[in-house]
């Protein structure tokens, strides 16, 4: 477990990062280490890979996937998706988060493999269509490209995306990237329902040069995150799940389910404010370095 929490230490302790290609590669067969697909509560499973994230909502009228990890995860998700016993075929629509090559590098892929529709907010459907983030990305000049998908389509903030019975709602979560989405809805089972939260990633990480600070950037990275963190702490979270899946202990949380079948430790009150109150403070840390560089 630990060399997994080297490899997102890397990804989102560092104020900067040039992805040298040695590093890349390291992180890249890191993330994309096979995972057994699990139920994490009702109609919702994990089906990523152990360093990157993958969920799959379903319906007996078709499934929902969020997030594809890197362009080499493509089949363990869909194999993940079969072993759990549904269709790729089933799968209708397919989400994001956001659009950095480890977590929609796959998207291309999946939606051949499934005929799936995508959608993304109207940023993030921009560069998945162009397949290279664009200028306002803060890591842009670092971020691999990935495969083009030439129909993507696009929601609003707020706009509840539905399959079947599924019902999930996009909240804008920019900072990280300017598209980045969060995702929530609410989950049944055995008479328990519960409101779960897909957050995106807060981290305030970049390519060398970009200020989270600048008061030339109409918003500022700074307002981004903390407009972001101010809807995270709003929503009603009794499950918190993340696209780097170590962020909300994800994991260790299965161990102990495992351990003990009669706890549900997935639900965990406070778990969204706790992920934004870290992400708070590393945002502090980032501004404090960038005024000693200036």
């Given at each position: 477990?630990?060399?997994?929490?080297?490899?997102?230490?890397?990804?989102?302790?560092?104020?900067?990062?040039?992805?040298?290609?040695?590093?890349l590669?390291?992180?890249?067969?890191?993330?994309?280490?096979?995972?057994?697909?699990?139920?994490?509560?009702?109609?919702?499973?994990?089906?990523?890979?152990?360093?990157?994230?993958?969920?799959?909502?379903?319906?007996?009228?078709?499934?929902?996937?969020?997030?594809?990890?890197?362009?080499?995860?493509?089949?363990l998700?869909?194999?993940?998706?079969?072993?759990?016993?549904?269709?790729?075929?089933?799968?209708?629509?397919?989400?994001?988060?956001?659009?950095?090559?480890?977590?929609?590098?796959?998207?291309?892929?999946?939606?051949?493999?499934?005929?799936?529709?995508v959608?993304?907010?109207?940023?993030?459907?921009?560069?998945?269509?162009?397949?290279?983030?664009?200028?306002?990305?803060?890591q842009?000049?670092?971020?691999?490209?990935?495969?083009?998908?030439?129909?993507?389509?696009?929601?609003?903030?707020?706009?509840?995306?539905?399959?079947?019975?599924?019902?999930?709602?996009?909240?804008?979560?920019?900072?990280?990237?300017?598209?980045?989405?969060?995702?929530?809805?609410?989950?049944?089972?055995?008479?328990?329902?519960?409101?779960?939260?897909?957050?995106?990633?807060?981290?305030?990480?970049?390519?060398?040069?970009?200020?989270?600070?600048?008061?030339t950037?109409?918003?500022?990275?700074?307002?981004?995150?903390?407009?972001?963190?101010?809807?995270?702490?709003?929503?009603?979270?009794?499950?918190?799940?993340?696209?780097?899946?170590?962020?909300?202990?994800?994991?260790?949380?299965?161990?102990?389910?495992?351990?003990?079948?009669?706890?549900?430790?997935?639900?965990?009150?406070?778990?969204?404010?706790?992920?934004?109150?870290?992400?708070?403070?590393?945002?502090?840390?980032?501004?404090?370095?960038?005024?000693?560089?200036?």
């Amino acid at each position: 477990m630990r060399r997994y929490a080297l490899a997102t230490l890397i990804v989102v302790a560092m104020p900067c990062i040039a992805w040298p290609q040695d590093t890349l590669a390291i992180l890249r067969a890191r993330w994309n280490v096979p995972q057994a697909p699990f139920k994490i509560h009702g109609d919702t499973y994990y089906v990523g890979t152990r360093g990157l994230g993958a969920i799959l909502v379903t319906s007996s009228q078709g499934h929902v996937l969020i997030d594809g990890a890197l362009p080499e995860a493509a089949p363990l998700i869909a194999n993940n998706v079969r072993s759990l016993g549904f269709k790729l075929a089933d799968i209708k629509l397919i989400l994001n988060t956001h659009v950095h090559f480890d977590h929609a590098g796959g998207i291309a892929e999946l939606q051949r493999l499934t005929g799936a529709v995508v959608k993304a907010s109207a940023s993030s459907a921009e560069v998945l269509r162009s397949g290279a983030v664009g200028r306002d990305d803060p890591q842009y000049g670092t971020i691999p490209a990935i495969a083009p998908i030439a129909d993507v389509a696009s929601y609003e903030a707020g706009q509840v995306q539905r399959v079947g019975s599924i019902a999930l709602t996009p909240h804008a979560t920019p900072g990280h990237t300017p598209g980045g989405t969060t995702w929530s809805w609410r989950s049944c089972e055995a008479g328990r329902c519960v409101d779960i939260v897909y957050a995106d990633s807060l981290n305030p990480i970049s390519a060398p040069g970009y200020l989270y600070s600048s008061r030339t950037l109409r918003p500022s990275g700074q307002a981004q995150l903390e407009g972001s963190f101010a809807i995270i702490e709003k929503l009603p979270c009794d499950i918190l799940l993340t696209p780097h899946p170590e962020l909300s202990d994800l994991f260790g949380k299965l161990e102990r389910r495992e351990r003990n079948s009669s706890l549900n430790p997935f639900v965990q009150v406070g778990a969204c404010n706790s992920y934004v109150a870290a992400h708070r403070e590393k945002l502090r840390q980032r501004l404090v370095d960038e005024q000693v560089k200036q």
